[in-house]
């Protein structure tokens, strides 16, 4: 185990505009307008954390006034001033006093103000005055990560930076050169591993290598990366893509399960997901819209239940991959019962199909709702397997209304409180849908069953809305 020293993140931080890396087009700016002795009045540094914003800031403030620069050095004309802590009127009108006094030695007195997003609109109203009117020997640079909360009066004063997020190669080969440094014995698919997790944050991922060198004693490689991440592997991953494209649902829920109990988030495996699709996307172009649906993951309340549907929604468009394709209706074939409820619209068109291939009279009724060319759906022995499972669900589905049209089950609750009962409940249902034989989408709405035909809608609109019972 090694000694704890400075944090890697300072001690690597940049020097100079040469060292920056990955925003040169703000660097090569910057460095012409010094060289020219253009210096503006004030800077606007904008963009993700981590970025070095905070490095350009001091290295800007220490080339105006031709000093050298080392993260310890300490000038009296330059201030650094944290505006989450500094954001009132009052300290803002202190500022104003104090910018009228001439710098001690240096050039120009120059003002790094942090997180400037953070000011009270009072504060904002006292600073644009100072912003229209500074005086010569200033100069301020202001950097923030949410630029839309500055006012545009002051973002007109100011000259605009826009930083860029660190591309992940370029992070890496950052890394690689201070574990080079550092002596830190880890493997070029680590290194691309924290890289891609750092978001485009410098800091954040040369935290997390700093974090590395202390956990181990030997060779760091993307395994224990994963470990410290709480990361799925490349086999759960592909496991669950090769699950979502041959539609067995139940090996979906089962490694979601797993994956929960093993300490893995929805939205970070879903993030792994993303980036693990994209990568497979060109040789398996069914895949695609799965990536619009994974990015709805993060917005959701249930993100397991958000994912688990993003991935069992991919199965329809994946027939022929089944195990066992559906076979054609046969003529000699009988026609399937279901008693227990009244025929929709696609049942009788279903019906009427089988009809014309089989003349012979029968006794028999056709089918509630055909739910897939290759199955039948029995609300019934739905209902059955999800009690064995999922008591508490079966007794609230037991209450709901159904319907089941070209591979889309829906089931109407009724009432909020009911549907979100169900939604927690998901995977058991869809597990119960998978024995039954459906492979189609689940949909749960908190709205009661619409009329089945038009005289009853007739008779709940004059009754001004209400619920078809049966008796």
């Not at 009270?120 to 200033?138: C, R």
């Not at 290759?374 to 008591?391: C, G, I």
Request: aromatic residues 4%; charged residues 20%; hydrophobic residues 40%.
């Amino acid at each position: 185990m090694r000694a704890m020293g400075q944090a890697l993140y300072r001690k690597y931080r940049s020097k100079s505009l040469d060292e920056i890396v990955g925003q040169s087009h703000i660097t090569d700016m910057l460095r012409r307008a010094i060289k020219a002795d253009k210096i503006a009045h004030a800077y606007l540094l904008t963009g993700p954390r981590g970025v070095g914003k905070t490095s350009i800031a001091r290295i800007l403030a220490h080339e105006i006034n031709q000093l050298p620069y080392s993260d310890e050095s300490v000038h009296l004309d330059i201030i650094e001033i944290d505006a989450a802590s500094n954001n009132s009127v009052e300290d803002i009108r202190d500022l104003r006093e104090r910018v009228q006094i001439a710098p001690t030695s240096a050039r120009k007195k120059v003002y790094i103000i942090d997180e400037v997003h953070m000011l009270s609109k009072p504060a904002f109203n006292a600073l644009l005055k100072t912003l229209e009117e500074p005086p010569e020997h200033v100069v301020f640079i202001l950097a923030t990560t949410d630029v839309d909360k500055l006012p545009a009066t002051i973002i007109s004063r100011l000259q605009r930076y826009n930083f860029r997020t660190i591309h992940p190669n370029d992070a890496t080969r950052h890394l690689r050169t201070i574990a080079n440094a550092e002596r830190i014995d880890i493997d070029d698919a680590a290194l691309a591993l924290i890289a891609r997790h750092g978001n485009g944050s410098f800091r954040d991922s040369i935290s997390l290598l700093d974090q590395l060198q202390h956990l181990s004693d030997g060779a760091i490689d993307q395994t224990l990366v994963e470990q410290v991440l709480g990361l799925a592997d490349h086999e759960r991953l592909a496991g669950l893509i090769d699950a979502a494209m041959a539609g067995d649902l139940k090996t979906l829920v089962q490694i979601l399960d797993d994956s929960e109990k093993r300490g893995m988030s929805a939205i970070i495996l879903t993030g792994q997901l993303i980036h693990y699709v994209s990568s497979q996307v060109l040789q398996r172009p069914a895949l695609l819209p799965l990536l619009d649906q994974l990015l709805e993951v993060s917005k959701s309340a249930w993100p397991q239940v958000k994912l688990l549907t993003a991935l069992g929604s991919v199965a329809p468009a994946k027939k022929p991959a089944l195990d066992k394709p559906a076979e054609p209706i046969q003529s000699t074939a009988p026609t399937p019962t279901n008693k227990a409820a009244a025929p929709t619209d696609n049942t009788a068109k279903a019906a009427a199909t089988v009809a014309a291939a089989d003349p012979q009279p029968s006794d028999t009724q056709p089918p509630a709702t055909p739910l897939t060319s290759s199955t039948v759906f029995v609300w019934d022995d739905f209902l059955s397997t999800v009690r064995a499972s999922a008591p508490g669900a079966a007794a609230l589905l037991a209450k709901c209304g159904y319907d089941c049209q070209n591979d889309q089950l829906t089931i109407y609750a009724g009432k909020k409180f009911a549907k979100t009962q169900l939604d927690k409940a998901a995977p058991a249902l869809y597990a119960a849908l998978q024995s039954t034989g459906f492979t189609g989408s689940l949909e749960v709405v908190p709205e009661p069953a619409p009329p089945s035909n038009s005289q009853a809608a007739a008779v709940l609109d004059i009754m001004g809305g209400g619920e078809e019972v049966s008796l």
